[in-house]
């Protein structure tokens, strides 16, 4: 092995320590040899990770909710584009606390589904009225008409 010296804040290498101390890694040359083999094996379609009992180590440290951008995968909760149609539909009756506790007992903190369901409703929000009401359904304007 090739030796490298690499200088990191404190900051960082204290979290690394705590990480080593509450046993996720051996020690800290194996959180480092870890973390660039990962990066290494994320970035680059050909490269073999060489840490020692890398794939053991990945699956104990890494949790895998990795899904890919547009599908639900195998998310919790239900279909992402059902939850938008029942959000927008109790967001458009002036339910918000409703769809709130729908977006919370339906997905965890920071599920990427929710965030997007939450912008949703701060954008119906934005567009209700001072008064509390829902926002009134846009109608087509009749054409005007003539007199004689």
Excluded at 101 to 112: A, S, T
Excluded at 128 to 144: I, L
């Amino acid at each position: 092995m090739v030796k490298s010296t690499v200088r990191f804040p404190e900051s960082v290498v204290e979290e690394i320590e705590s990480l080593v101390d509450e046993g996720q890694f051996e020690s800290k040359s194996e959180f480092y040899r870890f973390s660039a083999d990962y990066v290494l094996s994320r970035t680059l379609d050909e490269y073999d990770p060489e840490t020692i009992d890398y794939e053991s180590i990945e699956a104990e440290v890494i949790p895998q909710t990795d899904r890919e951008l547009g599908t639900d995968g195998d998310a919790e909760g239900p279909p992402f584009f059902e939850s938008v149609a029942f959000v927008r539909k109790l967001a458009l009756r002036g339910k918000f606390s409703d769809a709130e506790d729908f977006i919370d007992h339906q997905y965890v903190p920071g599920d990427r589904h929710a965030v997007l369901l939450e912008e949703i409703l701060r954008l119906y929000r934005e567009d209700t009225p001072s008064d509390g009401r829902p926002p009134a359904p846009e109608r087509e304007q009749e054409p005007p008409t003539r007199s004689r």
